[in-house]
Structures are given as C-alpha cells and as structure tokens.
C-alpha cells in the first residue's frame, strides 16, 4: 500500500513528491472510516477503543479475547513508530483498524492499524512564546473527526480521514498560565474539558467547561473553586476570591448516560502549604471552614446545563499535593445485599473510595493500598478522614509524610474489569521529606507549590516499592499483589482474555493472569512504559498497543527510589504494537 500524507503544514512541492511515487493511487483503509455516533460511544465496538478510558465508565477494559492465557506467550512484536522526542502520556485511539497517536509537540498521526502504515499527519503550531509541550494524555473521536485538547488552551476538531483542521476554538489566555494536559470525552453532543496549570497564580482557580461538539463553541462553565456566596463559599477560611488558587481538573471524566451526569476529579489548593495559602490557622468565625471546597472533590456535573447535581470531598485542607484528581469509574456492585450504582476512585493516598453516583453519599472505602501516615481514621458513615496533624507542614521545619508528592498511586490509570469484578492499580511506594517555601515578608504570590519534597524510600520496606494490587470490588479483598523493585509507569489493561497488561520503570511490559498475577509473558521495550496501553481490532486480528518513554514529573521523582535502574536521558519515544503471529 502506498502511503500519502495530507497534513495541513505539507507543501504544494511535497505533495507532489509523494504523489510521483505512486501515479495510481491504491486504496486506503480509512477510506471505509464511518462516523462515531452516539451510540457507539455508549457501546463500542469491541475492536474499538475511542476515547481515554475506552468506555464512558471509565473502565480501562477491552473485551477482546483473541489474545488470551493460552497463547499470550506467543505475542511478537508486528510493527513499531519511532515518535517526536519528547515528553508525552500517550493513549493511542483505535476506529475501524485505523490506529490515531498523538506525539510530543502535538503532532498527530493516523496509521493502518494492521501493517503500521502512516496515512495521514497534523502538526498543530503552539504560538511563539507559549510554555514547552505538555505531556498530553488524551483526544477522543466523534463524527467525523479527532477532536483534542492543547497545551496552549485550545481544543481543536480535526478530520479523522484527512488529517485536516476542521475548527479551533481558544478556552482561556495561555499567556496568564492557563492550558490543558488531558483531552475532552464527548457526552450526548457536548464536549467535556478540564482546565489545568492553575498554580500560575490565576485568582479563582479552574474550571470545567461544556461544548458544542459541532463548533466548539462553549455552552457552560464549572468553576473548580467555590464562589462566595455560593454552597461551600465560605470553606476557604474567609480568603476573598482572589486569593483562591488551585483546583486543576487535569485528568479526563467519565459519564453516565442514564443521568446526564459527567463525573471529574478535582486537584488541591495552590500553594500547597496551608500556612502559604491561607487555610491556616484555621478561622473561628462561625460558619467558615477551611476546608477549600472544591479541591480534592468528586464533582457530579448535568452535562445539559452545566449545573453541580452534587459534590464529595474526599480530603479536605490538602497540603501535601495529595490530589485525588484521577479517572472515576462507574461500577454497578452490591452493597449490603442491594445493587448500588457507584462511582469509584483511588486518590494518590491509595485508598480506595465508592460514592452514590446518584446522590454522592459516601458508601465504603478500602485500603490503603500504599504505606501512608496522612490519614489517621476514617468515619465509616460519612468517610470524613482524621488528618495526621503531625505530617502537615510547617514554616521552618521538614516533616516526613507517605506516600510522597507524585502519589502512591499516580496519573497511570487503575482499571477494572467485569470477569473478575477486581480493581488493578499500579503502585509505587516512597515518602516525601517535605520542607515549606515561604513568601518573604511582602513578597506576592506568582504561582508554584512553595515546597520542596526530597523523596525517599519507605522506612523498614522490603526494597521493592513497585506493585500491581487486584482488589475485589466485591468485598473489597485482595485477590492477588505482584511486587518488584520497579515502580510501575503505565496504566493496566484488563481484557476479555483474561490478562492484564502493564508496563514498568524498568522498561518491562508485561501480561499477567487476572485471577493470579502470574506473568504470563513479557518484553523489554528501548524506553519506561509511562503511558496508557491499549488493544484494538484491525483486520480482523487483535493487537496490543504501547507508548514507550519517559520525561514525565512522575518518572523522574522515581531516581530516589530506585536509583540503580537506567533509563534513557534523551526522552526517545516509541510506539509499540504487538500481535500473535500469522498461523
């Protein structure tokens, strides 16, 4: 097959270079692309992965089984794409056996999923001055098109057969701070965006937004940091608005179609110090907390009017960097004897919590899953937890706290599969020596944590702070751990197979038995696996997609913990895609 490129950039010359190569043209997969309606959004197709966390649930699993227990052993790899260097937390999409990855610098490719061919490339222009590529994590598809979020705060549409730029819509100023690190799901024609990078200092904090899926156009605005006067206003310890900071909403949502309610984690207050921030000491006017509603907060958002249904803090008063930020999955599971429709999430303390996804009740939570010293109790009726006062910190001392900054468990997602109603997280366990950073006497505040956090390894552990936990959801036992000195970097990945896969520091990927944990096969890859797999159908063969390489915060903390494993310094960045082998 011959390849053409149309990207928007390609000049007249170029195309014509590529079109002499090949005086007939063959035909291309995507020629068959149809659009993603809807209903495939709320149920894909099984060869399908077309947005983050694959389904509207946030599962993270695939139901394809083609690849199993029995033969997982002969996975090879069938092709691979070496990637602009750089930083990225890559989630492949797949439609139709056409593959879609986006590289560091926000350059986009679509490829035949089946043979690696490249058909198509978009390379979307940051504006002199902007800040340095984040590591984008996320797009989705809808319609006809790939539809993807910016470091510089736009979302943009772009034609999933063509590569060509559909629209461009600015959310927010990039020169005050404002961008995107992970991309939109779109919900009953409504695009869903979280805004980050809110420690630059910007007054009132984030915000979630609502948009036309057809124009971009915003229809709605959330704001991540209650208003005075408005429900939880007066938790930010009398601080006017303008001294508010923080609540980024940088990781994806999820969505529940039968209510109309989308569902986003909310991150911590900036600066982190709640000596810095305002937040303590604590104020005695009646009816003011400190809490900082909505930081650290499950958000129940009407995605028709941009309404707040309801809200869970899950840890109020953070000043650790402890978001509890990460994917909410929507689970069905019995409680008590009674089907509860629940949503469940794991913050970088590792506890795992359920809430009522219909009222926001608090239900269980389980764990920890990670040494942690922050949480002293929890209240088994309404989950408020009992913060460790010794481990907040304080100006002019250094406290130790666990799990560290980056989070026991961090942005590589958890996932959980139906087959064996468990959880799989992937876990690291290190503690933070944390020192404050304060403001000199009249110094204004610009943005930043104001801390520094020199991580180390857990006091008396067993050298091995790398894990993977099965949790079942069920009754929240566990069903199995697979331990190594290795902290692990990806996602998991369950499938209908019954494996799991995942990826480490170390730069193995591996599958494992989802009832055991025993490795069922593994490969050494030329970067860490800090990324989000994936599995997808095209041509009738089921392949297993990965991003290998490195840059990202959360890697480099990992030096201090494992500081005999080497992995390469120039951020060389690979795709990977692996298939059994042809009979």
Known sequence: MITILTRSLLSATALCAVALTSPVAQESPIDDLTPVTDEMLRNPADGDWLMWRRTY?????????????????DLELAWSWAMTPGRTEETPLAHDGILYITNHAHKTQAFDGATGDLIWEYQYELPEGADTPRGMRSKTIYGDNLIMATSDAHLIAVNAKTGDLVWDVQVANYEHGWGYSSGPIVADGVILQGMTSCGNAQPGGCFITGHDVETGEELWRVHTIARP??????????????SRYGGSAWISGAYDPEQKLAFFGVGQPYPWIAEINGLLPESSDPGVTNDALYTNSTLAINIETGELAWYYQHLPTDSLDLDHVYERMLIDLPVDGEERKLVVSTGKIGIIEALDRTTGEYVWASGPTVPQNVIDDIDP??????INAAVVPKIGETTVNCPADPGGRAWPATAYSPDTQALYLPLTEFCSNTTPEPLDAGQIYTGGGRATFARVPVPDSDGNPGSIDAVKLTDQSELWTFRQRSPMASATLPTGGGLVFAGDYNRYF???????????WETRAPNSLNSFPITYEADGKQFVAVVANSGSGQLRSWGSVAPEIQVPSDQGTTLMVYALPEE
């Open 57 to 73: 649930n946030g599962w993270g699993y695939s139901p394809l089984n083609q690849i199993n227990k029995d033969n997982v052993a």
């Open 229 to 242: 006067g408005s429900p939880g206003g007066d938790s930010w310890n009398g601080l006017p608005l303008e």
């Open 381 to 386: 009726v309404t989950g408020a937890k009992t």
């Open 510 to 520: 591996r599958a494992f038995d989802a009832d055991t944990g025993d490795v069922l």
